[in-house]
C-alpha cells in the first residue's frame, strides 16, 4: 500500500515518520524546498532564524519521549516568559494577579473590578451571548480590561473588529475562564498539570533552531526508504469514479511527475488541496473557499548590537501606533541561536497577501521594525540593522462569524474522497499548536495503517487553552 502525502509540515512528517517506522510505502511532496512548514529555521550568518516564536509543549509523556527521539535527545528545557509591553509596562501574558496589582494604576484597577462586578450583575437579568470575540471577553472580563488586553490587541494582529471575529478565538487563545479564574489561579495554582496554560515549561532543539525537527524527520524518514520530494507543488489529484483518489501530480524541474497512490494524506491547505481536485469541485464548495479567509505575516529581523533586547521568549505590542504586533528574541530559546555579543529580534506584522505591509522590501520592513523598538525603549536609536524578511502567506486561519459553515462545506467534499484524510493545522483549516500537529499526524498514520478510525481530527477540537 503506498501512501502520498501532500506537504511536509509537522503533521505531514509526522504521518510519514510513523508509516515509514511501521515498513509501509510512502512518499511526500512538498513545494517549498524545505520540509517543516511554518516551523522552519534557517541560518543568516552566524544566526539561526524561525518564524516568530516556536515552542513544543505539552502534558502528553509519550509525545514528549517521540520528539526526544526524532532529535536524537538534543533538546533543552526552558520556562516560559511572555509578556504584553504597554503604557512604559511589562504585564505577564497569561495575566497573573500580583503583577497585574503590582503594575496598573489603582485608579484603573478600581475600574476593571466595578466592570467587571457590573457586567457580572448584569448577566443575571440579560445573558450576553457568546456570539462573536468582544462579548466573550466582555462577559468574563469586563469592559476595561477587554480594551486594554483583549481587543486593541486582537483587532490589531487580525486587521478585522473583534466583533466580527469568532468567539471561538477567545475560548483557545485566552487561558482563564474570567477575571476572577485568574485570582484563584494566581493565589491557588493547581498541582496537577491540569491547565495547560499554567504548564510553563517547554522543549526546544538545543542547536538549529525549531526547524531542526522537521531537518531530523526528514533525515530519518528517508533512511527508512520513503521519499520526500521538495519543491514539488500539487498540481492535480485524479479522481476516479468510485471517489478514490488514484494519482496525484507534482510539478517538479518543469515538468510533471505522476504518483501512484493508495492512499492521500493532505497536510497542505485544505481550499489549495480541493482546487486541485480533477475532476473538480462544484459551485458552493468554490463559493465556500471564497469566503474562508487567511491572515499573512512578514517577518522582519533585526541584528541589534547589545547581548539581548529582553529576558521574554516573545512580547506582544498591542498599542495601534505600533506596527509590529509581537516581537520574540531566538537567543532566549537556545543559546546557540546567537553568538554571546549580538542578538536577533524577530518583528511581527501581519497583513493581507498583497497589501503594503506585504510588499514591504528588507530595508522598508527594518525601518518600521527599528522604530518600533526604540518608541517602546527596547532598543537604543541605530543600534539594529535589518538581516533578513520573511513572508508568510497562510499564517492564520481567520475565525470570522461564518468561518464554521464555510469549514464545513470544504470538509464534507473532502471527505466524499474514500482513501483521503485531511489534517494538521492547514488540513483542517484550525489554528493549533505543534505539538497538536505531530500528534494528528501520528494518529493519522495509525488510520492508514490499521484501517480503522484513530481519531485524528478530536486533537486539539476542543475549548482548549492554546497559547
Known sequence: MHTVVLGAGLAGLATAFEIAKAGGKVTILEKEDYAGGMATSWQCGPYWLDHGPHRFHSRDEELIRHIYEILDNQVVIRERLSRIYMQGKFFHYPLKTQNLLQNMPKGILMKAAWDYAWIRMVQLFKKIPDDNFENWVLKRFGRTLYE?????????????????????????????????????????????????????????????????????????????????????????????????????????????????????????????????????????????????????????????????????????????????????????????????????????????????????????????????????????????????????RYAYPIYDLTYKENLETLKRAAKEIGNLHTTGRQGLYRYNNMDHSIAMGRRIAKTVLKGRDARAEEVAAGQEYFG
Not at 487561558?175 to 485568574?182: F, R, V, Y
Not at 525549531?210 to 526508504?225: P, S, T, W
Not at 516581537?327 to 511581527?348: L, M, Q, W
Request: proline residues 5%; glycine residues 6%; negative net charge.
Open 148 to 392: 486594554i488586553f483583549f481587543g486593541t490587541y486582537t483587532a490589531k494582529a487580525w486587521k478585522m473588529p473583534c466583533t466580527e471575529i469568532s468567539a471561538d478565538w477567545a475560548s483557545q487563545r485566552i487561558s482563564q475562564a474570567n477575571l476572577w479564574d485568574t485570582v484563584k489561579k494566581t493565589l491557588r495554582p493547581p498541582s496537577d498539570g491540569s491547565v495547560r496554560s499554567l504548564v510553563s515549561e517547554f522543549w526546544y532543539p538545543a542547536h538549529g533552531g525549531i526547524g531542526e525537527i522537521g531537518r531530523k524527520y526528514a533525515e530519518k524518514i528517508r533512511a527508512m526508504g520513503a521519499e520526500i520530494h521538495l519543491s514539488t507543488p500539487v498540481v492535480r489529484i485524479e479522481i476516479d469514479g468510485a471517489k478514490n483518489a488514484r494519482r496525484v501530480i507534482g510539478m517538479k524541474d518543469g515538468r510533471e511527475h505522476a504518483f501512484e497512490c493508495d492512499k492521500v494524506v493532505n497536510t497542505m491547505p485544505l481550499p489549495r488541496m480541493l482546487e486541485a481536485f480533477d475532476p473538480g469541485i462544484d459551485d458552493e464548495v468554490r463559493e465556500a473557499i471564497s469566503r474562508l479567509k487567511y491572515s499573512s505575516i512578514v517577518f522582519s529581523y533585526l541584528e541589534v548590537e547589545q547581548p539581548s533586547v529582553s529576558p521574554d521568549h516573545w512580547i506582544y505590542l498591542p498599542e495601534k501606533e505600533l506596527t509590529v504586533h509581537r516581537i520574540s528574541e531566538f537567543k532566549n530559546f537556545s543559546d546557540d541561536a546567537a553568538p554571546g555579543d549580538r542578538t536577533v529580534v524577530c518583528c511581527e506584522m501581519t497583513c493581507r497577501r498583497g497589501d503594503e505591509i506585504w510588499n514591504l522590501d528588507l530595508e522598508g520592513a527594518a525601518k518600521i521594525a527599528a522604530r518600533d523598538l526604540e518608541t517602546v525603549g527596547l532598543i537604543e536609536r541605530g543600534s539594529a540593522k535589518g538581516i533578513d524578511i520573511a513572508r508568510v
